[in-house]
């Protein structure tokens, strides 16, 4: 049986008040489409929604590639892309996607214990 729509917004939140600079969380099912995903308070996105549903498409097609090597790289931990105006990380579980973005000054450290905590957090996904 699959996870209900109040237990996914439940972990997107708890993502999402994992640290303070969080910005945005989502559950994104394999085909792109956002199963669940919240903007933390106060912020405001730096995409529309139709550029938001094109990004978590592309998410998608972007594991599919990913997986072409898992046999001879390994699966994938995360993805980690530093922009300019924030940072992208997505961890995958074995029927969605995790996508979140931060503030782009926290350090290296930081983001990779709450990715640790993340992977955690959505093991059951």
Same mark, same amino acid.
């Given at each position: ?23 945005? /969380? /989502? ?95 959505? /093991?059951?996904?």
């Amino acid at each position: 049986m699959g996870v209900i729509k109040s237990d996914l917004l439940k972990i997107v939140e708890s993502i999402i008040n994992l640290d303070p600079k969080m910005r945005f /969380a /989502a559950i994104i099912d394999t085909k792109g489409n956002i199963r669940e995903g919240i903007m933390k308070s106060g912020k405001t996105s730096l995409k529309n929604q139709k550029e938001e549903e094109h990004f978590c498409k592309q998410v998608a097609q972007r594991r599919k590639m990913r997986q072409e090597f898992d046999r001879t790289l390994g699966k994938v931990r995360y993805v980690h892309v530093e922009r300019e105006k924030l940072t992208q990380m997505v961890t995958y579980t074995k029927r969605n996607i995790i996508y979140f973005t931060m503030e782009p000054e926290m350090s290296i450290d930081t983001k990779i214990r709450l990715v640790t905590r993340i992977k955690k957090i959505t /093991a059951d996904l």
